[in-house]
């Protein structure tokens, strides 16, 4: 859906020629019809369809979306958001177990946009830090409830985290 509306907002009305968005080599005169898009909240779907809107040179101001990747502003020139991006929240997580004296650290992340680039962002302050990684654990994003697979993978999960230093 969220693909879909960004490529609506593409459409330039003022072109009859199917309503498509011109391809252009100049666009320093070149105005959207939209100003800006707000959203999307998910960093996995706005690093889609900020690929879309960069085209076009649409703005996107998410609220929520806090993946590293999105700060690229060579691949991301539009993208803004208004919160901290994930590089301040790994940094301030690996802080704080270096100043509890935290000696060996599980890491849990989803299988998502924000989970991998987080755990990686956090493994590389942990090792700044000289913090050991005792065991990383990639889970599923999505969870059913009744699911047997959701209830194999925790309870891996719990049997690594007991095993753990």
């Known amino acids: 859906m969220a693909i879909k509306t960004a490529l609506k907002f593409m459409e ?4 009859s020629f199917e309503n498509c968005f011109p391809l252009r080599s100049d666009y320093s005169n070149y105005e959207s019809n939209v ?4 959203g999307e909240s998910y960093s996995e779907i706005s690093i889609a ?9 649409i703005p996107q101001i998410s609220y929520s979306s806090t993946s590293e990747v999105l700060s690229t502003k060579s691949k991301f020139p539009s993208f ?3 919160i901290p991006s994930d590089a301040h929240q790994t940094k301030a997580i690996a802080l704080l177990a270096v100043n509890e004296r935290w ?19 956090f493994i590389d302050h942990a090792t ?3 913090l050991c990684i005792a065991f990383k654990e990639i889970l599923p994003a999505l969870f059913s409830q009744n699911d047997t697979e959701t209830r194999s993978v ?3 999960l719990m049997k690594t985290i007991d095993e753990s230093s």
Request: hydrophobic share 35%; glycine share 12%; aromatic share 6%.
């Open 154 to 156: 925790l309870n891996n």
């Open 35 to 38: 100003k800006a898009v707000i």
């Open 128 to 130: 700044k830090y000289k």
């Open 103 to 121: 000696n060996s650290i599980g890491v849990i992340g989803s299988n998502d946009e924000y989970g991998k680039y987080g755990i990686e962002g």
């Open 49 to 57: 369809v900020a690929r879309l809107l960069t085209i076009a040179l």
């Open 80 to 82: 803004l958001r208004t």
């Open 12 to 15: 330039d009305q003022r072109d």
